[in-house]
């Protein structure tokens, strides 16, 4: 299955502190998503890193891509108790992504 | 920009019953998807169209669950007989291309199934 597992399920931290989330899938892919989802907005994607690609930012988060050990981290620097949200990864391929069955992110004030 | 718009929002029904859900894509993106979201777990994809062709179906129980996209814009997915196990939040996203995997979601339809 090309389906990306997180890890850890659920992380706890307070605020200003990093959190990292990783993601592990099984095939080949073209390309790697992260997505929040929050009561508040929804499902909304995040960032893209393609396969030829090891490491992208946007703002206060950095993705990494290891294809060789078929594994990718989302860093969340500083974090805000706004953060607080389950983050999913969807591994690209043929044009269909298929998600992960998340991690939950708490972030305490 | 007007976003993913999906109803209704929430949804109760008895078992065997029969139920709806909407969805109209941001205007101009030629992908639209189907999600089904179990709590507790990721959206699965239920089916996903290239304008108004099924690109791919294949996690869709044909059985109980048809769905379509007329014109090309926007769709309706149908639940004919519900089962209890049918009950999650279906999402409806789009994407401007096949190829472009960045996808906007809708605020889903939230199903009891009683």
């Known amino acids: 299955s090309q389906q990306g597992e997180e890890d850890p399920q659920a992380l706890s931290i307070q605020e200003g502190e990093n959190a990292t989330m990783n993601c592990s899938y099984k095939t080949s892919i073209n390309n790697l998503q992260w997505y929040r989802q929050n009561s508040g907005r929804g499902l909304v994607h995040l960032i893209l890193?393609?396969?030829?690609?090891r490491e992208k930012h946007s703002g206060r988060l950095r993705v990494t891509l290891d294809t060789s050990k078929k594994s990718s981290s989302l860093l969340i620097t500083a974090s805000r108790a706004a953060d607080t949200a389950s983050y999913f990864c969807?591994?690209?391929?043929?044009?269909?992504?298929?998600f992960g069955d998340g991690t939950t992110l708490t972030v305490k004030p | 920009e007007a976003g993913v718009a999906q109803s209704p929002r929430y949804k109760i029904i008895e078992k065997r019953q029969s139920v709806a859900f909407w969805c109209n894509p941001i205007s101009g993106h030629a992908t639209l998807y189907w999600y089904q979201q179990i709590l507790g777990q990721g959206p699965k994809l239920l089916i996903q169209f290239q304008n108004n062709g099924v690109v791919d179906d294949s996690q869709l129980p044909k059985d109980r669950f048809s769905a379509e996209r007329l014109k090309g814009v926007d769709s309706t997915l149908k639940i004919q007989p519900a089962k209890l196990e049918d009950s999650a939040v279906y999402l409806c996203a789009s994407s401007l291309l096949f190829s472009s995997y960045e996808q906007f979601f809708g605020p889903g339809t939230r199903l009891t199934v009683l």
């Open positions: 969807a591994t690209g391929y043929a044009g269909k992504s298929t």
């Open positions: 890193i393609r396969s030829n690609e």
